[in-house]
């Protein structure tokens, strides 16, 4: 497995979304939003929509009784981020809670105005290599569970003295993976991955969706590798594996092959669209959170804000002002190379065409 390849793919997609355009909280960025949300059972039930509490990703491959499977989750774990308002300025920070605060939306500190927000730990929950015949002999299940918890941290002005304080609390998710594997022909296996939310939450209801998804697996996907052994393609499988290909059930995700084109050792099941053997494009001067696709007319418009506009973005999320500190620092080739590029998309034998991510 590529694993420096795999992670910059999974980083780019993992965070679709956490940002929406154009990264301020005034406009647009109320309320986090991402695919692959997986919610508390009890916010799911009975409920028409796309909300749901678990995924699954079906698959097949190629080996035999000693071929080694690898799988990894990796999904977002929404934190709240209040902003308290001391009454005065202090000198010394406690740290133990004894500073009477008032909690507001936002505080100006300086030139820059911090906000209430939401922000994100990425949790991987990796399961251990297990052999194809312990696999299909005997489920495998990883149960999982991060939270609750509650951490304060100073806010002070250039001068040194404290304004204020974040205060990052972190809601209690619990939840499940399980693995399976079933021969279905000769040297071929039909694996199963299963991810569940499992959080028990009878107080919250669902129609809370800012407290609900700090109980979400935000933006779920599933890294999928073997060893002595290939994956198959599902939108392009050999002739005589195509109907069971086509009879594989996945749900709110889906396996596509990833690595060096060719290769058949990786696969990343995600709930974003893709096609087999995915890509960063090398224009892309990274990261905008918002469909992979449009870095040019992003990158102008950020170039675009207001002195106030641009203190709100590195205000509202470090990564915001990551965002602004590389588009400001772009020179004209930079920026020209976004615009305009054309790259041969290349069909996959027998199936459907595949690109790269800009």
């Given amino acids: 497995m590529n694993r420096h390849m795999v992670d910059r ?15 301020r909280p005034s406009v647009k960025n109320r309320q986090r939003w991402s695919f692959g949300g997986l919610y508390p059972p009890s ?4 409920r028409i929509g796309s909300d749901t509490s678990a995924m699954q990703a079906q698959y097949l491959a190629t080996g035999g009784p000693e071929t080694i499977l690898t799988v ?11 902003v308290g308002q001391l009454e005065r300025p202090q000198v010394e920070w406690p740290g133990d809670g004894s500073i009477p605060v008032r909690f507001v939306e936002s505080l100006a500190v300086g030139d820059t105005v911090i ?25 495998c299940r990883v149960e999982f569970g991060f939270g609750p918890g509650t951490e304060r941290e100073p806010i002070r002005e250039p001068s040194g003295a404290i304004l204020g304080l974040f205060e990052r609390q972190l809601r209690r998710i619990e939840g499940v993976v399980d693995l399976s594997a079933e021969r279905v022909r000769e040297g071929v296996y039909q694996i199963t ?22 109980h979400a697996l935000s933006s779920t996907h599933i890294i999928l590798g073997t060893e002595n052994g290939s994956l198959i393609s599902l939108l392009d499988p050999p002739e005589p594996l195509r109907e069971l290909a086509a009879g594989c059930q996945n749900v709110g995700t889906w396996p596509v092959l990833v690595g060096a084109e ?12 893709l096609y087999d053997y995915p890509q960063i494009a090398p224009e892309s001067p990274g990261d905008l959170f918002d469909s992979t696709e449009i870095d040019e007319i992003l990158t102008l418009r950020i170039m675009t804000l207001s002195d106030e506009e641009k203190r709100s973005m590195v205000a509202l999320d470090e990564r915001g002002g990551a965002i602004l500190a590389r588009a400001e620092s772009m020179v004209r080739g930079e920026l020209m190379s976004l615009h305009g590029t054309f790259r041969e998309r290349r069909p996959a034998s027998g199936g459907p065409e595949h690109g790269s991510l800009g």
């Fill in 193 to 214: 991955a299963r991810v569940e939310n499992r959080t028990p939450l009878v107080t919250v209801t669902p129609d809370n969706r800012d407290e609900v998804l700090l």
């Fill in 262 to 273: 060719g290769e058949t050792d990786t696969m990343l099941s995600s709930p974003i669209i």
């Fill in 72 to 82: 990894s989750v990796r999904f977002l774990h929404v934190v709240l981020r209040r």
């Fill in 43 to 46: 916010c799911t039930a009975g």
């Fill in 115 to 139: 906000h209430s927000w939401q922000e994100a730990v990425e949790r991987e929950i990796p399961l251990d290599d297990v052999a194809m015949s312990e696999l299909v002999a005997s489920p």
């Fill in 9 to 23: 793919l999974v980083n780019a997609l993992l965070y679709e979304g956490y940002l929406l355009y154009p990264y």
